[in-house]
C-alpha cells in the first residue's frame, strides 16, 4: 500500500511569491490534513479537508489556503510568502473513521529568502 | 495558548534504561491521545495511543500511561534503544473534530 506522497521534497522562494503544495493521500483515505512544522512549535495544525470540503481549519492567515480533488488529493497554497513561512510543511492523511491517527507524508521543505 | 505541553525539549538516557517522556494538556475535551516519533528528514510515524476510558495502553516496549485528574500522559520506553533516538510528539484530539494539537516536540537521545 503506497505511503502518504508529497511533492516537491524541497522548494525556495523569495518573498512575495506564491507557492502550490501537493499532497496524494493513501489510497481510500478521504480526510488530509495539512500541518506547519517550526523549530520550537512543533506542528501547527493548518486545516483538515474531507470529501472535498474543509472541515477544520487553525489559526493561519488567510495566505494559507488549500483544496481537495476529487480524488482526495490535495494541494496548499500559500501566496505573498514572508520569511516566516520557512518551514516543514507535512501532510497526513486518515481514513476519518474516528480514534484513528494519521499517516503522515515525508513534508515538502520550503524556505523562503 | 499552547494547549498540549512538552516541557523538556531534550532527553538522553542510557540504552537498555527507561526513557520517560511527559506531556501536559490543558483541554478537558480531549478524549484521545497519540504519541508519534520522527526521524530527521522524514515524516511523523505514528506509535502509540490510548483513549480517555484507559488508564493505560502497552504495545511491546512502549506504554503510555494517562492521568485524567492531572491532565497529563507519559510515554514509557523499555529498554531503550540507539534506534529510539528521534523526536517525539504527543497529540491530542477532542470527540468528532478530526483535528489533532501538538506538543512542541521531545527530543530522545538514547546513548550507546
Known amino acids: 500500500k503506497a505511503g502518504v506522497t508529497q511533492t516537491p521534497r524541497y522548494l525556495i522562494k523569495t518573498r512575495g511569491q506564491q507557492v502550490t503544495l501537493s499532497c496524494s493521500p493513501i489510497?481510500?483515505?478521504?480526510?488530509v490534513s495539512w500541518y506547519q512544522q517550526t523549530p520550537g512549535q512543533g506542528l501547527q495544525f493548518l486545516f483538515e479537508?474531507?470529501?472535498?470540503?474543509?472541515?477544520n481549519k487553525g489559526n493561519f492567515p488567510g495566505r494559507f489556503s488549500g483544496r481537495q480533488f476529487s480524488n482526495s488529493r490535495s494541494e496548499m497554497n500559500v501566496s505573498t510568502l514572508e520569511l516566516g513561512d520557512s518551514a516543514l510543511y507535512l501532510c497526513?492523511?486518515?481514513?476519518?473513521?474516528?480514534?484513528?491517527?494519521?499517516?503522515f507524508g515525508s513534508g515538502t521543505r520550503l524556505t523562503v529568502v | 495558548d499552547q494547549q498540549v505541553k512538552q516541557n523538556s525539549p531534550s532527553l538522553s538516557v542510557q540504552e537498555g534504561r527507561i526513557s520517560i517522556l511527559n506531556c501536559d494538556y490543558t483541554?478537558?475535551?480531549?478524549?484521545?491521545f497519540l504519541w508519534y516519533k520522527k526521524y530527521p528528514a522524514e515524516g511523523p510515524t505514528f506509535l502509540i495511543s490510548?483513549?480517555?476510558?484507559?488508564d493505560k495502553n502497552e504495545d511491546g516496549r512502549f506504554t503510555v500511561f494517562l492521568n485524567k485528574s492531572a491532565k497529563h500522559l507519559s510515554l514509557h520506553i523499555v529498554p531503550s534503544q540507539p534506534g529510539d533516538s528521534a523526536v517525539y510528539f504527543c497529540?491530542?484530539?477532542?470527540?468528532?473534530?478530526?483535528?489533532?494539537?501538538f506538543g512542541t516536540g521531545t527530543r530522545l537521545k538514547v546513548l550507546a
Open positions: 497526513a492523511s486518515s481514513p476519518r473513521t474516528g480514534g484513528v491517527g494519521y499517516t
Open positions: 489510497s481510500g483515505h478521504r480526510s
Open positions: 479537508y474531507f470529501s472535498e470540503t474543509q472541515r
Open positions: 483541554n478537558s475535551m480531549f478524549d484521545y
Open positions: 490510548i483513549s480517555s476510558i484507559k
Open positions: 497529540a491530542a484530539s477532542a470527540s468528532g473534530t478530526y483535528k489533532y494539537i
